[in-house]
């Protein structure tokens, strides 16, 4: 069963708006993490941001924020601010940390990310 | 600092070949895990290497091999090469942050082409 879902698979927004990636998950363990990467077309995944199950609060990280509801198991990402360089692939995953899961993540299938001047 | 390098960075080879891809990881870090990503889909899980030790594995056949050595680099095997092996080979080295979360840093990848 997939555990990550991503179900935008492209967008486009414009430079300076705010934009925000849809990301659900599935898991029945009651600690996990979530985690945002941007893959730009040179390959290399880049860690955005982290979510832990029993954070109080929605994690930040300059222009990301995450909107975590725990109850609707919904981690969606908001990039604030566009700016051209956000331009590719960016991935939700997911690390079911008592299941000794390390370093194994889950991740969803993506979404393109365009941003138009 | 230099972060996690893998190479070769681009790779052909023909069915039923042998295929090894390395990984260097960021200094201070001695976990290792690789990723298969197939084009269009997000990275799978292969497995992971910890002490020289495969500590995890994903859902790969065995033809899938890896090795960690001393100094903590890498190696990622792949025999009897299939059609479907061709793909981004990410590597990523693991640190833990002072309240145990673990933070993955990946390279750019290995793209390998079977043809």
């Known amino acids: 069963a997939q555990k990550i879902t991503q179900t935008q698979p492209g967008m486009f927004v414009q430079e300076k708006e705010a934009v925000t990636l849809d990301c659900t998950y599935d898991?029945?363990?009651?600690?996990?993490?979530l985690f945002w990467y941007k893959q730009p077309s040179s390959g290399e995944m880049i860690f955005l941001i982290y979510q832990g199950s029993y954070d109080q609060q929605n994690a930040t990280e300059g222009r990301y924020s995450l909107n975590f509801q725990k109850a609707r198991k919904s981690a969606n990402l908001v990039i604030s601010a566009s700016q051209l360089g956000d331009s590719a692939m960016y991935f939700c995953?997911?690390?079911?940390?008592?299941?000794?899961?390390?370093?194994?993540?889950?991740f969803g299938a993506g979404t393109q990310v365009v941003v138009t001047p | 600092d230099a972060g996690v390098t893998q190479s070769p960075t681009h790779l052909i080879k023909t069915r039923g070949q042998q295929v090894t891809l390395r990984c260097s990881p960021k200094?201070?870090?001695?976990?290792v895990s690789w990723y298969q990503q197939a084009l269009g889909q997000g990275p799978q899980f292969i497995f992971q290497y910890y002490e020289e030790e495969e500590r995890q594995r994903g859902n790969f056949p065995d033809r899938f091999s890896g090795h960690q050595f001393p100094n903590y680099s890498s190696e990622l095997n792949v025999n009897a090469l299939l059609l479907g092996d061709s793909a981004l080979y990410l590597c990523?080295?693991?640190?833990?942050?002072?309240?145990?979360?673990?933070?993955?840093?990946f390279g750019s990848g290995t793209q390998l082409s079977v043809l």
């Open positions: 990523a080295s693991s640190n833990w942050d002072l309240i145990g979360n673990e933070k993955l840093f």
């Open positions: 200094s201070g870090h001695d976990t």
């Open positions: 898991t029945s363990d009651p600690s996990y993490g």
């Open positions: 995953a997911m690390r079911e940390t008592t299941t000794d899961s390390w370093g194994k993540l889950q």
